[in-house]
């Protein structure tokens, strides 16, 4: 019940002329699409997504809440991972988390889009790889890192139907976990014209 279908929330806006696949192949991939606005730590799903530093120990923001909620065995295990890349993924157990796994990705500081870009690419190999079905993502890099909100939903949102279009099998669920009233309302004006709803 967390977790809102995106279906009941966006506006009905025709497609836009730049839809290249057939539209029920498009229907097929919005389905699999959510906006959730709230805590990300609260999500039951295979995997939630940290908007990490370097390190993998833990800072501000939503890694603090991810840290703080999953307790001490994840940064002791985080440890072991010998620090993450920006546009990098590492994955890690959920521990007290209601999520089985974290996938820990260190995004760009400021507007970078191709680092932006494999953030959310190298989350959803991970989640393939792993053969994990559902994920959550939050507004990475938006926060402390300075992306501005605007360009980085179009690069979130353009990834992950990028990638859902050629994991469509296996992926079941990916939300966006937005945390901000202004996200919510950039992620629910842009979202149709990624995952139309007819
Ligand atoms: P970054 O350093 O990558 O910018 P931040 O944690 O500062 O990461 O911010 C990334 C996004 O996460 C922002 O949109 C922020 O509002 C959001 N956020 C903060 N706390 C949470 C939370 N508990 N759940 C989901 N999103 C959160």
């Given amino acids: 019940d967390f977790v809102l279908d995106y279906k009941k ?4 806006i025709p497609l836009l002329p730049n839809h290249k696949l057939d539209q029920n192949v498009n ?10 606005r709230g805590d990300i730590t609260t999500l039951e ?8 530093n370097k390190s993998l120990e833990g800072g501000g923001g939503v890694d603090g809440a991810i840290h703080r909620a999953a307790g001490p065995f994840l940064l002791a295990e985080n440890r072991t991972l010998g620090g993450c890349e920006v546009g990098e993924a590492k994955l890690s157990g959920g521990y007290q988390l209601p999520a089985k796994y974290v996938i ?15 953030c959310y690419k190298n989350s959803l190999d991970l989640l393939v790889e792993k053969q994990l079905h559902s994920i959550a993502f939050p507004c990475i890099s938006t926060g402390i890192y300075g992306y501005p909100l605007k360009p980085a939903a179009h ?18 669920r990916v939300i966006f976990c937005l945390f901000s009233e202004t996200d919510e309302e950039i992620y629910q004006g842009i979202l149709q014209s990624y995952f139309p709803l007819n």
């Avoid at 929330?9 to 009905?12: D, E, I, S, T």
């Avoid at 229907?27 to 959730?36: A, C, F, G, H, P």
């Avoid at 799903?45 to 990490?52: F, G, K, P």
């Avoid at 820990?104 to 494999?118: A, I, Q």
């Fill in 155 to 172: 690069v979130a949102v353009m990834a992950v139907r990028k990638h859902l279009e050629e994991n469509f099998a296996q992926i079941e």
């Fill in 45 to 52: 799903v295979d995997a939630i997504v940290n908007a990490a």
């Fill in 27 to 36: 229907i097929e991939l919005t389905k699999k699409v959510s906006i959730y």
């Fill in 9 to 12: 929330l966006a506006p009905k």
């Fill in 104 to 118: 820990s990705t260190v995004g760009p500081r400021g507007e970078k889009p191709d680092f932006l870009r494999n």
